[in-house]
């Protein structure tokens, strides 16, 4: 029986990347899982390259999407309109109809530009998931409540604690007892020294269900280096094809050696490839696809 459903979405930004992300699943052995692809208006002659590839690795569930097709154009002329980050849907609505489809006892959001590099951390994750009953959900990464400037709207908020979304594991418990979107949530506090009070996409969602009792965790900074998390991804308008390799190659080593040193690989990919990001409020949202 599957025992874990990795879900990742992959739109036409990040699918340079995603074929690495997807292909180092096969690194993991001792636990039956599947991964299921979510095309999110990949182009068609995308389609063409990456997923032949990707079916025939046994644990791919491709969910191709075919009817996104012919709503390319639709969806491109959405962009301002549904404050899309691109041409393709956003996230959150994805998770809110798609991950509770999954019947696994687990069920998981990853990223396409998260690569697994040694699977140690997964083994850890799924014995402490298995080990304690009222624990809902398990990340590599969490960030707790702060007051930060938020640069979309220049306001300062409350951005509350969340559980990263890039690799969170949740019990299927999770889906039966909390209806609430992944959206992201903002209320007012009227008269506060800060009056947005925000939960970024998945936080309200897990608010929900520690509401109820339930507990979150993730892995305190520990077996980071059994991972990597590119980043920035869904906003790439500059790694194609032919550059994500070296790109791949930089990151690598950067995460292999102390910060003391890793900076100067990092200074010395900005000179040999382009900035992965654009301004990611404007330029990102409409820029061609470039793969």
Not at 51 to 79: K, Q, S, T, Y
Not at 207 to 220: A, E, I, N, W
Request: hydrophobic share 40%; net charge neutral.
């Amino acid at each position: 029986m599957t025992e874990v459903t990795f879900f990742m979405i992959v739109t036409p930004r990040d699918v340079v990347i995603a074929d690495y992300a997807v292909r180092s699943y096969g690194r993991i052995h001792d636990l039956d899982f599947k991964l299921a692809v979510y095309s999110n208006y990949l182009l068609p002659e995308q389609k063409a390259y990456y997923f032949p590839r990707w079916d025939a690795l046994p644990f791919v569930e491709l969910v191709r999407n075919p009817h996104h097709d012919a709503d390319l154009l639709n969806i491109g002329g959405r962009i301002n309109a549904e404050r899309l980050e691109g041409p393709f849907e956003y996230c959150d609505p994805i998770w809110d109809r798609e991950l509770r489809k999954h019947v696994t006892p687990f069920v998981a959001t990853v990223d396409a530009d998260f690569e697994i590099l040694r699977p140690r951390f997964l083994a850890c994750m799924m014995q402490q998931l298995r080990a304690e009953p009222d624990l809902v959900g398990l990340s590599t990464d969490y960030s707790p409540t702060d007051v930060v400037h938020e640069p979309y709207t220049g306001n300062t908020i409350i951005l509350n604690e969340r559980n990263h979304t890039w690799f969170c594991i949740y019990k299927q418990m999770a889906f039966e007892r909390s209806q609430v979107s992944h959206a992201f949530h903002r209320e007012m506090l009227v008269g506060a020294p800060v009056e947005r009070n925000c939960w970024d996409s998945c936080a309200y969602f897990q608010k929900s269900l520690r509401d109820q009792g339930l507990r979150f965790d993730h892995l305190h900074g520990k077996l980071w280096r059994d991972f990597i998390h590119y980043g920035a991804f869904s906003k790439n308008t500059s790694v194609t094809r032919q550059s994500v390799a070296l790109f791949r190659a930089f990151a690598l080593i950067e995460h292999s050696l102390p910060w003391r040193v890793s900076r100067h690989i990092r200074w010395a990919r900005g000179l040999v490839l382009p900035r992965l990001e654009n301004n990611r409020y404007q330029w990102v949202r409409e820029a061609p696809i470039r793969w």
